[in-house]
């Protein structure tokens, strides 16, 4: 009923002017990880991954299956043991400003307020500073946070924390957001508020999202594509388009459709 | 940081202040604490200064020996508002610890930085710092004064070595107490290195830096005031050694409260600091 394995997005594309809208790909990705006693791991073994321009794309998977590796190697904090990370085209091999980060954690620096959180990649890139304090504001708003611009972190809950978290990735708007499971801390009620903020922020500057969750519902709420993973080796399982109507919502969860994907994915893992 | 447990804000309650009101009752007993704050150590002193006159009173201990509190109090009086003897001397302490702790302070921050900053200079000097870390730095005036003569310079010098090893320590761990993932969020924006030290590892160490701050203002004070009794003409210290040596402990005494005054205010002062830079802690 679902077609699971298409080979659409894995089909390793030889850069032409066809394929352009491929934004990022993995080509042959090992990666090791030397162990004490001279043993190695292999965090990831052979990945062959390419997402292309405006998708919401969800690596899930248990702990173990290389899925945050995979986000580093994209990110370019980390190079691989073998084979290669193309963006747009060029080879990775150092951190772009054209990819903005979401991590687990909020990461806000304790010592700015939120506002100037938000401001900080626009300091760093060098932006003007009264346009980004405007856009700051306005990002802000978005996730649902305005008025909370003079505040410190501290006074924040997790969810809001990770809300700025958010915004200040969409302020020296990269092409594309990399986020590692930025909800992974929080309660459920607050992952689902959070889930639909993220979406809202997304529909409106469209940009090429990478999201790593170990949460299946979470991965088919919010994604086109889903690439399940499997541990020892960390692995490509299976890559599966999530075809359900955009503009997702509560209804989305109790279409039979989210449900069935939902007990597919659980079924790959378990094989 | 757990702070997960507070709700999420609804579309109602965003422009509300998180913080709740203090209760009435609770503000209460704020006051009252607040009351106990300020006179429960004035109450203290003056049962301290009643028996501390009670006694020699009692046991007819010699004024050479042990002052009375009237006696320190003229003493007081007649070094600081009669003939002011004691504000030449009050101005030379401080300002050779003062001095010290600018110069020392500064260099040890440097040092810090650089510590923090270079695994390898880490590993070069880390067996030289401990070692002069537990040399009793004070065994050096003698020599200093043989280098420098009786003036300031040796007194500054000293406070300056006092001085630089608690800010050296606090500036290195304050800087190494960045997380990785801070580093990663810079990294991931491509900032470069002086990005990274102004707006990332020296914003996370002022709260170690101001602690070490408070630590070494007190040792500065400490090492002007030494050296001052191992050599010299000028200074507090200096003067209550020749006021000792003549018994004269009025004056002896009255120095030791201007000695406890100015270290309390030199510690509000950088605790005043502490609140103003170190207000995210």
Redesign the interface.
């Known amino acids: 009923m679902i077609n699971l394995g298409s080979d659409m997005n894995t089909s390793a594309a030889p850069e032409g002017p066809g394929l352009r809208d491929t934004v990022l790909e993995a080509k042959h990705v090992s990666q090791r990880y030397a162990l004490r006693g001279g043993d190695e791991l292999l965090a990831l073994s052979n990945v062959e991954l390419s997402i292309k321009q405006g998708q919401f794309v969800s690596l899930v998977g248990p702990s173990g299956c290389g899925k945050t590796t995979l986000l580093k190697l994209f990110?370019?904090?980390l190079q691989p043991s073998e084979g290669e990370i193309r963006f747009n085209g060029e080879v990775v091999k150092?951190?772009?400003?054209a990819?903005?980060?979401v991590?687990q954690?909020a990461?806000l620096?304790?010592?700015r307020t939120v506002l100037h959180n938000v401001m900080?990649?626009a300091?760093?890139?060098g932006l003007d500073r009264k346009e980004s304090r405007d856009r700051a504001e306005e990002l802000l708003e978005l996730v649902?946070?305005?008025?909370?611009g003079s505040?410190?972190p501290?006074?924040?809950?997790?969810?809001?924390?990770q809300r700025v978290a958010i915004a200040r990735a969409f302020m020296?708007e990269p092409s594309v957001l990399l986020m590692d499971e930025p909800f992974g801390?929080?309660?459920a009620?607050?992952r689902e508020?959070l889930n639909d903020s993220l979406l809202d922020i997304w529909e409106r500057f469209h940009k090429t999202v990478v999201f790593v969750t170990h949460s299946i519902e979470e991965a088919v709420y919010l994604s086109d594509v889903v690439v399940m993973m499997g541990p020892r080796p960390g692995r490509i399982i299976d890559i599966v388009d999530i075809d359900l109507p955009r503009r997702r919502s509560e209804a989305t969860r109790d279409d039979k459709r989210f449900v069935e994907y939902g007990r597919d994915l659980r079924r790959l893992l378990n094989h | 940081m757990s702070t997960t447990e507070r709700e999420e804000p609804s579309a109602l309650t965003l422009d509300e202040d998180p913080q709740l009101p203090q209760s009435t009752r609770r503000g209460n007993t704020r006051r009252r604490d607040k009351v106990i704050q300020v006179v429960g150590p004035i109450v203290i002193l003056a049962i301290v200064l009643v028996a501390w006159h009670l006694a020699i009173v009692i046991f007819d201990v010699s004024q050479f020996v042990v002052p009375s509190p009237s006696d320190t109090l003229n003493a007081l009086w007649h070094g600081l508002v009669v003939d002011g003897t004691y504000w030449p001397e009050l101005w030379y302490t401080l300002r050779n610890s003062l001095l010290g702790l600018l110069f020392g302070g500064l260099i040890g921050i440097i040092f810090g930085t650089l510590l923090a900053a270079s695994p390898m200079a880490e590993r070069l000097l880390h067996p030289f710092l401990v070692g002069f870390q537990t040399f009793p730095k004070v065994a050096i005036v003698p020599i200093l004064t043989v280098w420098f003569g009786f003036g300031a310079t040796p007194k500054v010098i000293v406070a300056a070595i006092l001085a630089f090893f608690p800010l050296m320590v606090n500036t290195y761990t304050g800087m190494l107490s960045v997380l990785r993932t801070e580093y990663e969020l810079m990294h991931s924006l491509r900032a470069s290195k002086m990005q990274i030290f102004f707006k990332l590892k020296l914003p996370r160490a002022v709260p170690s830096i101001l602690a070490g701050l408070e630590l070494a203002i007190v040792y500065s004070l400490l090492g002007a005031v030494t050296a001052e009794f191992l050599g010299g003409s000028d200074g507090l210290g200096h003067l209550s050694q020749v006021r000792a040596s003549v018994l004269d402990t009025p004056t002896v005494f009255a120095i030791l409260v201007i000695f406890g005054a100015l270290g309390s205010a030199l510690y509000e002062i950088v605790s005043l600091i502490r609140r103003r830079f170190g207000y995210w802690q």
């Open positions: 990110s370019g904090l150092q951190p772009s400003r990819i903005g980060m991590f954690q990461v620096f304790p010592w900080l990649p300091e760093v890139v649902g946070l305005k008025g909370f505040k410190l501290s006074e924040l809950s997790g969810g809001m924390q020296h801390a929080l309660d009620f607050t508020t």
